[in-house]
């Protein structure tokens, strides 16, 4: 039933169709979707196994046992479009994501107005940033060399770290030495949609010319759909139109009418 209900669905949704096709995709396919010049950077976060054995003891010939134990912990896959894949280990997930906390929270600190009465020093965002970096970058930045580009899938608490703001040295940051960086929210999103499956019978809509300054245009929206109960329409829109704005004083002169973009529309 479910089977039969995704094939009815699919011959439906252009959308949905594409989904289905895209999650048969592979390794291989995601692969010989990579451009020539760029690598694709996984992050997994998975529960790692511990093995210790125990030792028999001798006086009473107990076999020896092992103990398992379940360490949660982060791997990262450096995926270029020829040759293996290769896998890092990035260690436990508690200290990454402690230190992605804590970046985190150090450079809201940093934008808040500090009290008068703060003297204390505290830990700066670069040093926590820095830190975090030796982490999760440091280890597969050397295979990373000679790619143009870096896809980057995160997983877990990585889904918050915006890596080109990551500091380098004391100055400097990732997005100034690195390849350029794109994220992904999966591996699959590098491969476009099969060609037989099409988006155009939804249409487009295109939008030229805004006259942002123009409230008669308001006012005309206004009086089509009266309100019950309700002051007159001139009297609304004056209310809409004119009303304060924050930091509004800041904003000098007019809008004039895009007139470039209406002519775009007519393009299509």
């Given at each position: 039933?479910?089977?039969?209900?995704?094939?009815?669905?699919?011959?439906?949704?252009?959308?949905?169709?594409?989904?289905?096709?895209?999650?048969?995709?592979?390794?291989?396919?995601?692969?010989?979707?990579?451009?020539?010049?760029?690598?694709?950077?996984?992050?997994?976060?998975?529960?790692?196994?511990?093995?210790?054995?125990?030792?028999?003891?001798?006086?009473?010939?107990?076999?020896?046992?092992?103990?398992?134990?379940?360490?949660?912990?982060?791997?990262?896959?450096?995926?270029?479009?020829?040759?293996?894949?290769?896998?890092?280990?990035l260690g436990s997930a508690h200290?990454?994501?402690?230190?992605?906390?804590?970046?985190?929270?150090?450079?809201?600190?940093?934008?808040?107005?500090?009290?008068?009465?703060?003297?204390?020093?505290?830990?700066?965002?670069?040093?926590?940033?820095?830190?975090?970096?030796?982490?999760?970058?440091?280890?597969?930045?050397?295979?990373?060399?000679?790619?143009?580009?870096?896809?980057?899938?995160?997983?877990?608490?990585?889904?918050?770290?915006?890596?080109?703001?990551?500091?380098?040295?004391?100055?400097?940051?990732?997005?100034?030495?690195?390849p350029v960086i794109h994220y992904?929210?999966?591996?699959?999103?590098?491969?476009?949609?099969?060609?037989?499956?099409?988006?155009?019978?939804?249409?487009?809509?295109?939008?030229?010319?805004?006259?942002?300054?123009?409230?008669?245009?308001?006012?005309?929206?206004?009086?089509?759909?009266?309100?019950?109960?309700?002051?007159?329409?001139?009297?609304?829109?004056?209310?809409?139109?004119?009303?304060?704005?924050?930091?509004?004083?800041?904003?000098?002169?007019?809008?004039?009418?895009?007139?470039?973009?209406?002519?775009?529309?007519?393009?299509?």
């Amino acid at each position: 039933d479910s089977e039969r209900a995704e094939q009815a669905l699919a011959e439906r949704s252009a959308e949905f169709r594409a989904e289905r096709s895209r999650a048969q995709f592979g390794l291989d396919d995601v692969r010989a979707a990579l451009p020539s010049d760029s690598v694709l950077l996984s992050f997994v976060a998975y529960e790692r196994t511990l093995f210790r054995d125990r030792f028999a003891k001798a006086a009473t010939n107990t076999p020896a046992r092992s103990a398992l134990r379940g360490v949660r912990s982060y791997l990262a896959f450096v995926v270029r479009p020829h040759g293996a894949v290769t896998v890092v280990p990035l260690g436990s997930a508690h200290a990454i994501d402690s230190l992605v906390a804590r970046w985190r929270e150090d450079i809201r600190a940093e934008a808040a107005p500090a009290p008068a009465s703060s003297t204390a020093s505290r830990p700066t965002s670069r040093e926590s940033g820095v830190a975090l970096r030796r982490l999760i970058w440091d280890p597969v930045a050397p295979l990373l060399t000679n790619a143009n580009r870096v896809f980057i899938v995160a997983d877990g608490s990585l889904s918050l770290v915006p890596f080109v703001a990551l500091p380098v040295g004391q100055r400097s940051y990732l997005i100034e030495r690195a390849p350029v960086i794109h994220y992904q929210s999966s591996e699959r999103d590098l491969i476009a949609a099969p060609a037989d499956i099409a988006f155009a019978e939804q249409g487009l809509l295109a939008v030229g010319g805004p006259a942002f300054d123009d409230s008669t245009l308001f006012g005309a929206a206004r009086a089509k759909r009266p309100v019950p109960n309700a002051a007159p329409p001139t009297q609304m829109v004056t209310r809409s139109v004119a009303a304060p704005c924050a930091a509004s004083s800041a904003v000098q002169g007019t809008f004039s009418p895009l007139g470039g973009t209406l002519r775009k529309v007519g393009d299509f």
